[in-house]
């Protein structure tokens, strides 16, 4: 009886290293005029990983460092950021990078890197390429959101659910664009200024990696 329960403990612990984990990084501090748009994306991925059974951690301010970052990624196969971003980096509550194309970043070697910030599919991607990363999935322009719109919200999580489903990098890409095309459908019957303004985050958006990359090649 002993060793059957021992097989099962080992058979559970199996299954939930083989699943995956996601770094779900994102700033809610009470200053940032963004916060709601920011919590609403990173609570949005939190609840579809638990409805799919995907190991998640969660990282805020005040611990939203370069430190704290690189230590939980360390054990993530994908990251995901919802704060402000610029060229060369993402950045926290305080303006203060803890991504960039200056901080130490060999923990993201052989991982996933989703954005919801603006202007960080330039350099900051090209450097975490040159590091190792797998997939890049962020925006090279501003990114603007509309509150009270929650496509933009839906737009901005499509492209991570899919990847967590098991689609490639090329389905992936082809989902986003079909999501993007139906969210500007519901959005142009509610205001046009909201249903360009997604428009250009779609034109915005970069996806770089594999085609054939799937969430079963980081596990």
């Known amino acids: 009886m002993r060793e059957k329960l021992i097989n099962l403990l080992y058979i559970v612990i199996s299954v939930q290293s083989s699943m995956g984990k996601v ?3 994102y700033n809610d501090d009470a200053s940032e005029n963004s916060r ?12 579809y990983c638990i409805g799919k059974s995907f190991d998640y951690d969660l990282l805020t301010p005040p ?22 971003g610029r060229p060369d ?28 910030s603006c202007y960080c599919a ?21 990114y603007t959101e509309f509150p009270g719109y929650d496509e933009f919200m839906q737009s901005a999580n499509c492209g991570l659910k899919v990847f967590i489903d098991g689609q490639n990098v090329a389905k992936m890409k082809d989902s986003i664009d079909a999501e993007y095309d139906r969210l500007f459908d519901v959005l142009n019957g509610k205001s046009v200024l909201a249903a360009d ?8 958006l970069v996806i770089e990696g594999d085609d054939s990359l799937t969430i079963a090649d980081l596990i």
């Open 23 to 25: 770094l779900i990084a």
């Open 36 to 47: 709601q748009f920011f919590d609403g994306c990173a609570t949005d991925i939190r609840n």
């Open 63 to 84: 611990n939203l460092t370069e430190a704290q970052f690189m230590d939980m990624a360390q054990d993530s196969h994908i990251c995901y950021v919802a704060s402000h």
């Open 89 to 116: 980096s993402v950045v926290n509550e305080e303006g203060e990078e803890f991504v960039s194309t200056r901080t130490t970043n060999y923990n993201l070697n052989g991982k996933c890197f989703f954005a919801v």
């Open 122 to 142: 330039q350099d900051l991607k090209d450097e975490l390429f040159r590091i190792g990363l797998k997939l890049f999935v962020g925006y090279r322009d501003k």
């Open 197 to 204: 303004a997604l428009l250009d985050n779609k034109e915005s």
